[in-house]
Protein backbone atom coordinates (compact mmCIF):
# COMPACT_ATOMS: atom_id res chain seq x y z
CA UNK A 1 0.00 0.00 0.00
CA UNK A 2 1.40 3.39 -1.30
CA UNK A 3 1.27 6.22 1.27
CA UNK A 4 1.71 10.17 0.32
CA UNK A 5 4.27 12.25 1.74
CA UNK A 6 2.63 15.47 2.62
CA UNK A 7 5.19 18.17 2.61
CA UNK A 8 4.81 21.43 4.96
CA UNK A 9 6.59 24.39 3.66
CA UNK A 10 7.36 26.74 6.65
CA UNK A 11 8.22 30.44 5.45
CA UNK A 12 10.42 33.04 7.41
CA UNK A 13 8.00 35.88 8.71
CA UNK A 14 10.12 38.24 6.69
CA UNK A 15 9.03 36.19 3.28
CA UNK A 16 5.61 35.84 4.79
CA UNK A 17 5.26 39.83 4.89
CA UNK A 18 6.64 40.29 1.35
CA UNK A 19 4.16 37.76 0.11
CA UNK A 20 0.76 40.09 1.78
CA UNK A 21 2.20 43.28 1.02
CA UNK A 22 2.28 41.82 -2.57
CA UNK A 23 -0.83 40.39 -2.44
CA UNK A 24 -2.14 43.94 -1.33
CA UNK A 25 -0.62 45.94 -3.75
CA UNK A 26 -1.82 43.72 -6.64
CA UNK A 27 -5.56 44.40 -5.26
CA UNK A 28 -5.43 48.54 -5.06
CA UNK A 29 -2.96 48.49 -8.11
CA UNK A 30 -3.00 46.07 -10.83
CA UNK A 31 -6.12 46.31 -13.39
CA UNK A 32 -9.32 45.06 -12.63
CA UNK A 33 -10.45 41.70 -14.47
CA UNK A 34 -14.31 43.66 -14.18
CA UNK A 35 -14.96 44.69 -17.74
CA UNK A 36 -16.47 48.05 -17.61
CA UNK A 37 -20.47 48.26 -18.77
CA UNK A 38 -22.64 50.79 -19.99
CA UNK A 39 -25.53 51.62 -18.36
CA UNK A 40 -28.58 53.66 -20.38
CA UNK A 41 -30.59 56.17 -19.19
CA UNK A 42 -33.66 58.05 -20.44
CA UNK A 43 -33.01 61.71 -18.90
CA UNK A 44 -35.30 64.78 -18.52
CA UNK A 45 -34.07 67.72 -20.32
CA UNK A 46 -33.36 69.80 -17.49
CA UNK A 47 -31.05 67.62 -16.04
CA UNK A 48 -29.08 67.84 -18.65
CA UNK A 49 -25.93 69.73 -16.64
CA UNK A 50 -26.57 67.73 -13.40
CA UNK A 51 -26.13 64.05 -14.77
CA UNK A 52 -23.10 64.98 -17.54
CA UNK A 53 -21.40 65.71 -14.29
CA UNK A 54 -22.30 63.27 -12.35
CA UNK A 55 -21.92 60.82 -15.41
CA UNK A 56 -18.25 61.99 -15.04
CA UNK A 57 -18.11 61.50 -11.04
CA UNK A 58 -19.61 57.81 -11.65
CA UNK A 59 -17.40 56.81 -14.30
CA UNK A 60 -14.33 57.58 -12.03
CA UNK A 61 -15.49 55.65 -8.90
CA UNK A 62 -16.66 52.47 -10.77
CA UNK A 63 -15.15 52.34 -13.90
CA UNK A 64 -18.85 51.90 -15.82
CA UNK A 65 -20.12 54.38 -18.09
CA UNK A 66 -23.80 56.21 -18.78
CA UNK A 67 -25.07 56.41 -21.62
CA UNK A 68 -27.58 59.29 -21.44
CA UNK A 69 -30.60 59.81 -23.96
CA UNK A 70 -32.24 63.73 -23.04
CA UNK A 71 -35.63 64.64 -24.26
CA UNK A 72 -38.95 65.52 -22.59
CA UNK A 73 -40.50 63.44 -20.18
CA UNK A 74 -43.50 62.59 -22.11
CA UNK A 75 -41.11 61.69 -25.41
CA UNK A 76 -39.36 59.61 -22.89
CA UNK A 77 -42.38 57.95 -21.37
CA UNK A 78 -43.71 56.98 -24.89
CA UNK A 79 -40.38 55.39 -25.86
CA UNK A 80 -39.98 53.32 -22.73
CA UNK A 81 -43.88 52.02 -23.44
CA UNK A 82 -42.84 51.12 -26.69
CA UNK A 83 -39.88 49.33 -24.91
CA UNK A 84 -36.90 51.49 -25.43
CA UNK A 85 -33.52 49.97 -24.17
CA UNK A 86 -33.08 51.73 -21.67
CA UNK A 87 -32.00 51.07 -18.09
CA UNK A 88 -32.93 53.72 -15.66
CA UNK A 89 -35.82 56.90 -16.44
CA UNK A 90 -34.83 59.91 -14.44
CA UNK A 91 -38.05 61.64 -14.98
CA UNK A 92 -38.74 65.35 -14.45
CA UNK A 93 -41.96 63.97 -12.72
CA UNK A 94 -43.32 61.66 -10.50
CA UNK A 95 -46.57 60.79 -12.63
CA UNK A 96 -44.72 59.01 -15.13
CA UNK A 97 -42.38 56.33 -13.12
CA UNK A 98 -45.50 55.59 -10.94
CA UNK A 99 -47.27 54.81 -14.10
CA UNK A 100 -44.52 52.78 -15.42
CA UNK A 101 -44.30 50.34 -12.15
CA UNK A 102 -48.12 50.04 -12.52
CA UNK A 103 -47.66 48.99 -15.66
CA UNK A 104 -45.41 46.42 -14.51
CA UNK A 105 -42.77 48.56 -16.61
CA UNK A 106 -40.39 49.65 -13.73
CA UNK A 107 -39.44 47.99 -10.59
CA UNK A 108 -41.63 49.50 -7.89
CA UNK A 109 -39.07 48.57 -4.99
CA UNK A 110 -36.38 51.13 -7.37
CA UNK A 111 -38.86 54.35 -7.34
CA UNK A 112 -37.24 57.13 -5.81
CA UNK A 113 -37.39 60.91 -5.82
CA UNK A 114 -33.54 62.04 -6.82
CA UNK A 115 -34.06 65.77 -7.25
CA UNK A 116 -36.53 69.07 -6.26
CA UNK A 117 -36.66 71.36 -9.22
CA UNK A 118 -36.74 75.17 -8.77
CA UNK A 119 -38.69 77.52 -10.73
CA UNK A 120 -36.96 80.89 -12.14
CA UNK A 121 -38.20 83.96 -14.12
CA UNK A 122 -35.71 84.56 -16.65
CA UNK A 123 -34.74 86.98 -19.14
CA UNK A 124 -31.64 88.23 -21.61
CA UNK A 125 -31.70 91.25 -20.24
CA UNK A 126 -32.22 93.18 -16.92
CA UNK A 127 -36.25 93.60 -15.88
CA UNK A 128 -37.33 97.04 -15.74
CA UNK A 129 -38.67 96.20 -11.80
CA UNK A 130 -37.80 93.93 -9.60
CA UNK A 131 -41.96 93.78 -9.21
CA UNK A 132 -42.68 90.01 -10.79
CA UNK A 133 -46.36 91.00 -10.88
CA UNK A 134 -45.32 94.55 -12.75
CA UNK A 135 -42.64 92.87 -14.83
CA UNK A 136 -44.94 90.29 -16.59
CA UNK A 137 -48.29 92.89 -17.00
CA UNK A 138 -45.65 94.90 -18.80
CA UNK A 139 -44.16 91.97 -20.54
CA UNK A 140 -45.15 92.01 -24.76
CA UNK A 141 -45.01 87.75 -24.24
CA UNK A 142 -44.01 85.27 -21.46
CA UNK A 143 -42.79 81.44 -22.58
CA UNK A 144 -43.68 78.62 -20.03
CA UNK A 145 -43.84 74.99 -20.68
CA UNK A 146 -47.06 73.34 -21.36
CA UNK A 147 -48.82 73.27 -18.13
CA UNK A 148 -50.94 69.86 -19.04
CA UNK A 149 -47.64 68.33 -19.70
CA UNK A 150 -44.81 69.73 -18.17
CA UNK A 151 -44.22 69.82 -13.99
CA UNK A 152 -42.07 73.46 -14.56
CA UNK A 153 -45.57 74.42 -16.75
CA UNK A 154 -47.79 73.50 -13.99
CA UNK A 155 -45.62 74.93 -11.59
CA UNK A 156 -45.45 78.27 -13.45
CA UNK A 157 -49.27 78.59 -14.06
CA UNK A 158 -49.79 78.16 -10.01
CA UNK A 159 -47.18 80.62 -9.62
CA UNK A 160 -49.25 83.52 -11.90
CA UNK A 161 -52.07 82.47 -10.20
CA UNK A 162 -50.54 82.91 -6.75
CA UNK A 163 -49.37 86.55 -7.74
CA UNK A 164 -53.22 86.92 -8.70
CA UNK A 165 -52.35 88.29 -12.27
CA UNK A 166 -53.26 84.94 -14.27
CA UNK A 167 -56.11 86.44 -16.15
CA UNK A 168 -54.43 89.27 -16.92
CA UNK A 169 -51.43 87.75 -18.75
CA UNK A 170 -52.72 84.21 -19.77
CA UNK A 171 -53.09 85.64 -23.26
CA UNK A 172 -49.47 86.76 -23.19
CA UNK A 173 -48.18 82.98 -23.14
CA UNK A 174 -46.15 80.93 -25.83
CA UNK A 175 -46.55 77.53 -25.03
CA UNK A 176 -43.56 75.17 -25.22
CA UNK A 177 -44.09 70.99 -25.36
CA UNK A 178 -40.93 70.97 -22.28
CA UNK A 179 -39.13 73.28 -20.57
CA UNK A 180 -36.29 72.86 -22.77
CA UNK A 181 -38.11 73.89 -25.59
CA UNK A 182 -39.16 77.13 -23.09
CA UNK A 183 -35.90 78.07 -22.25
CA UNK A 184 -35.05 78.23 -25.63
CA UNK A 185 -37.80 80.95 -26.67
CA UNK A 186 -36.29 83.13 -24.36
CA UNK A 187 -32.35 82.17 -24.96
CA UNK A 188 -33.69 83.20 -29.00
CA UNK A 189 -34.55 86.51 -28.34
CA UNK A 190 -38.20 85.50 -29.68
CA UNK A 191 -39.84 86.14 -26.42
CA UNK A 192 -38.82 88.73 -23.92
CA UNK A 193 -39.17 86.43 -20.39
CA UNK A 194 -39.73 82.99 -19.33
CA UNK A 195 -40.19 80.81 -16.83
CA UNK A 196 -37.70 77.81 -16.67
CA UNK A 197 -36.00 75.54 -14.47
CA UNK A 198 -33.32 77.66 -12.15
CA UNK A 199 -30.57 74.76 -13.43
CA UNK A 200 -30.92 75.91 -17.06
CA UNK A 201 -29.76 79.71 -16.10
CA UNK A 202 -26.83 79.10 -13.26
CA UNK A 203 -24.81 76.98 -16.38
CA UNK A 204 -25.49 79.34 -19.13
CA UNK A 205 -23.05 82.14 -20.40
CA UNK A 206 -25.34 84.37 -21.89
CA UNK A 207 -25.85 87.47 -19.34
CA UNK A 208 -29.75 87.57 -18.24
CA UNK A 209 -31.64 88.76 -15.25
CA UNK A 210 -33.24 85.95 -12.73
CA UNK A 211 -36.09 86.14 -10.44
CA UNK A 212 -36.34 82.63 -8.68
CA UNK A 213 -39.94 82.03 -7.37
CA UNK A 214 -40.52 80.97 -3.59
CA UNK A 215 -41.70 77.25 -3.45
CA UNK A 216 -44.59 78.91 -1.84
CA UNK A 217 -45.95 79.56 -4.79
CA UNK A 218 -46.66 76.74 -6.25
CA UNK A 219 -46.79 72.18 -5.67
CA UNK A 220 -43.39 71.00 -4.69
CA UNK A 221 -41.22 70.52 -8.34
CA UNK A 222 -40.45 66.45 -7.82
CA UNK A 223 -37.92 64.46 -10.37
CA UNK A 224 -38.57 61.20 -9.73
CA UNK A 225 -36.40 58.19 -11.10
CA UNK A 226 -37.34 54.18 -11.71
CA UNK A 227 -35.18 51.16 -12.87
CA UNK A 228 -36.85 49.93 -16.21
CA UNK A 229 -38.01 46.53 -15.68
CA UNK A 230 -36.51 44.76 -18.81
CA UNK A 231 -32.82 46.30 -18.35
CA UNK A 232 -30.50 43.42 -18.43
CA UNK A 233 -27.95 45.37 -16.02
CA UNK A 234 -30.47 45.49 -12.74
CA UNK A 235 -27.39 45.55 -10.45
CA UNK A 236 -25.34 48.07 -12.02
CA UNK A 237 -28.76 50.16 -12.44
CA UNK A 238 -29.46 49.81 -9.00
CA UNK A 239 -25.57 50.88 -8.37
CA UNK A 240 -26.15 54.26 -10.18
CA UNK A 241 -29.75 54.82 -8.45
CA UNK A 242 -27.56 54.28 -5.00
CA UNK A 243 -24.82 56.63 -6.11
CA UNK A 244 -27.08 59.58 -7.32
CA UNK A 245 -29.44 59.24 -3.66
CA UNK A 246 -25.88 59.08 -2.10
CA UNK A 247 -25.41 62.72 0.45
CA UNK A 248 -22.17 63.73 -1.28
CA UNK A 249 -24.14 63.53 -5.01
CA UNK A 250 -27.48 64.85 -3.46
CA UNK A 251 -25.50 68.29 -2.19
CA UNK A 252 -23.88 68.61 -5.41
CA UNK A 253 -27.41 69.11 -6.92
CA UNK A 254 -27.38 72.15 -5.16
CA UNK A 255 -24.82 73.54 -7.30
CA UNK A 256 -27.08 72.89 -10.18
CA UNK A 257 -30.08 74.55 -9.20
CA UNK A 258 -31.81 71.87 -7.30
CA UNK A 259 -32.88 70.93 -4.44
CA UNK A 260 -31.77 68.22 -2.65
CA UNK A 261 -34.43 64.60 -2.50
CA UNK A 262 -35.63 63.89 1.03
Not at 69 to 80: R, T
Not at 89 to 115: C, E, I, M, R, W
Not at 126 to 140: G, N, P
Request: proline content about 5%.
Amino acid sequence: MKTRAIVTIKLSPYVFKICILFSLFALVYLPSTVKAQTLKLAVASNFINPIMSIAEDFNQETGHNLSVSFGSSGKLFAQIQHHAPYDVFLSADVQKPHTLVNKGLAQADSFAVYAKGKLALWAPTSFITEDMAEVLKMAKNIAIANPKLAPYGRAAQQSLQHLGIWPLVKHKLITGENIGQTYQFVRSGNVAYGFVALSQTLKDSTEGHIIAIPATFHEPILQAGVILSHSDKPTLARDFMAFLLRPDTQAKLQSFGYDSAD
